[in-house]
């Protein structure tokens, strides 16, 4: 038995302009990632990623929500990568304003490195219609259809992440396919209702 999603609650409509505005990040592209700042979710695979993607998008920013005993260490990386500019740790954020961040950014990113089902932040960030890219572990397979509803990609290979990441900020109309393909899988088989 899975947990659900409220669709209604956690939908595309929710986007707002106004959170890009207050975080200074209106026009640029956003990956976002919502798992806590632990080991277990290996934060540092997408951290390592960034170098590569900003040689492409140097606009591009990296939200990373959450909390957690390896936040030093992650901030220290960036720091060591000098990215410090493109990233920005939020920190938490009240479930209540969760769909109007991930209506609002391009890309989702789960780096986990195990899962069981699928990971509620996943759930949430594909019912809001964005696009989704996750790693090869616990049951990830069953939920997204690599290259029809979002990306599979091997854990611990920021190489592999940031290539599909810019895959997906180079292709306008795969980004948003896969982002209304995300949202029916949730609805059909992941929705409260």
Request: hydrophobic content about 40%.
């Amino acid at each position: 038995i899975y947990f659900g999603i409220d669709t209604k609650k956690f939908h595309p409509e929710r986007k707002s302009d106004d959170l890009k505005l207050k975080l200074g990040i209106k026009n640029r592209p956003v990956i976002i990632s919502l798992r806590n700042l632990e080991s277990i979710y290996d934060l540092t695979s997408l951290i390592k990623a960034v170098p590569l993607i900003i040689k492409q998008f140097p606009q591009a920013v990296f939200l990373i929500v959450g909390r957690g005993p390896e936040e030093q260490k992650l901030k220290n990386l960036t720091k060591k990568l000098k990215i410090e500019k493109n990233i920005h740790f939020i920190g938490f954020i009240p479930n209540d304003e969760l769909p109007i961040y991930l209506a609002s950014v391009d890309v989702y990113v789960s780096t986990s490195l195990s899962d069981a089902g699928i990971a509620a932040s996943t759930a949430e960030a594909m019912a809001c219609g964005i696009s989704v890219i996750i790693t090869d572990s616990g049951e990830n397979k069953k939920w997204i259809e690599n290259g029809k509803n979002g990306f599979i990609v091997s854990t611990k290979n920021p190489e592999q992440l940031s290539q599909k990441i810019v895959k997906l900020l180079k292709d306008d109309k795969k980004r948003k396919l896969f982002g209304i393909e995300g949202r029916k899988t949730i609805v059909q088989h992941n929705d409260y209702y």
